[in-house]
């Protein structure tokens, strides 16, 4: 089982570093980590995904819950939730194969943002399932480097 949470910290040195050290004194997995700021000044929001049966589930939100720099803690379920990931991924290519590239990437809805004289850098926002098949698709062409997001989540309206 996945749990997607999203938890309101303050933004703060440290909280961070409390959160993980949390997850791996109790030998909780982070599979997913995206922290950024919130448009509230002092506020940050993080996204954690984690995988474990319901009862690990449960004891992550409440630790979570009891640690001071944590606003609040939302737990969801993947029909409840809109997640993406960001993947930026530098490919070799050559003249010969450059077309093939360009092609994949089009038809993947990717961009690219960069191109050199051998590589090219990708940019591809998608579900991580996604970003994975992507990557995959990549890798006879010669992967030279690769950057990628944690997952961040939004909760669906409940009428969807």
Do not use: W
Not at 46 to 55: A, L, P, Q
Not at 141 to 157: P, Q
């Amino acid at each position: 089982m996945r749990g997607i949470f999203t938890v309101t910290v303050e933004n703060r040195a440290g909280v961070l570093s409390k959160i993980s050290g949390l997850f791996a004194r109790r030998g909780f997995n982070i599979d997913s980590l995206a922290v950024g700021e919130t448009d509230e000044e002092g506020i940050s929001s993080m996204t954690i995904i984690s995988t474990g049966d319901e009862r690990i589930m449960e004891q992550i939100e409440k630790q979570l819950n009891k640690m001071i720099d944590v606003i609040k803690v939302r737990r969801f379920s993947e029909k409840k939730v809109v997640t993406r990931e960001l993947l930026m991924i530098k490919v070799n290519y050559t003249n010969l194969n450059r077309a093939d590239i360009m092609q994949i990437c089009s038809v993947t809805n990717a961009h690219i943002v960069d191109l050199a004289p051998k590589t090219m850098v990708i940019e591809l926002t998608a579900k991580s399932a996604k970003v994975d098949r992507f990557i995959k698709l990549m890798q006879p062409f010669g992967i030279a480097e690769i950057a990628r997001t944690g997952a961040v989540a939004l909760e669906r309206d409940s009428d969807n």
